[in-house]
């Protein structure tokens, strides 16, 4: 199993940016994707971006161009840097890991606010 923990999350005007870190520990076997979500009140938790384990990236149409997903595979660290944040980005993110051979691990959460 993996452990995750999410940090970097907290409060921003519009406009301005803040980077996400997931730490994972544990076993690193077989995990082929790794990904952001988030979830605002009162709706359902989306995918924001994920790396595949051959580097292959993916985002939702509303972050394209203002969010950057990456990872450090000696830390086994996946980072999520986001830039020109809108009110509409604050929710609580996500990471998640998907392993072939231990199903899907979630972190905490950590809560990002973007004051307007």
């Known amino acids: 199993q993996v452990q995750l923990v999410e940090s970097g999350g907290g409060l921003v005007q519009a406009g301005g940016s803040l980077r996400l870190s997931c730490d994972a520990s544990?076993?690193?076997?077989?995990?082929?994707?790794m990904a952001w979500y988030r979830q605002a009140p009162g709706k359902q938790r989306e995918l924001v971006a994920s790396i595949t384990s051959g580097g292959r990236t993916n985002y939702v149409d509303s972050v394209k161009g203002r969010f950057t997903i990456s990872r450090d595979n000696a830390k086994n660290t996946v980072y999520l840097q986001m830039n020109s944040l809108k009110p509409e980005d604050a929710a609580v993110y996500y990471c998640n890991f998907g392993s072939t051979l231990y199903g899907s691990s979630w972190g905490q959460g950590t809560q990002v606010t973007v004051s307007s």
């Open positions: 544990g076993s690193m076997f077989g995990i082929n994707l």
